[in-house]
């Protein structure tokens, strides 16, 4: 549960006001222009030099994707595969791709 209190900020001590007046100062015509800049487009795009070393988050793609299939099974199957707990869909799939590879050639067209 959430507590409705207000975040104090903390206050800005002498020392640190002293550290902020004595910091160098920088200039802003050294930081490039953004010419290609489009909102929601990433930045890194531009940047192909670097894209080893651009973090993208999510999982790496699989050279054998899945899709979404829909099937009709009995409910006396579905019930069995539940009952073997988490991971039931990957067993199954599991389940379908042996049995297509073990009747490869009753199943499959030939090409």
Not at 79 to 108: A, C, F, H
């Amino acid at each position: 549960m959430k507590d409705n209190k207000k975040i104090k900020k903390p206050k800005l001590t002498s020392e640190l006001k002293k550290r902020l007046k004595d910091a160098p100062a920088f200039d802003l015509k050294d930081i490039p222009e953004l010419k290609d800049f489009k909102p929601g487009k990433p930045v890194a795009r531009g940047f192909a030099q670097f894209k080893e070393y651009i973090n993208r988050n999510g999982r790496p793609k699989s050279e054998d994707p899945r899709v979404n299939v829909s099937i009709r099974i009995p409910l006396s199957y579905a019930d069995r595969l539940r009952s073997t707990g988490p991971g039931w869909q990957t067993r199954m799939g599991e389940y379908v791709i042996n049995g297509i590879n073990s009747n490869d050639k009753k199943l499959l067209p030939s090409n």
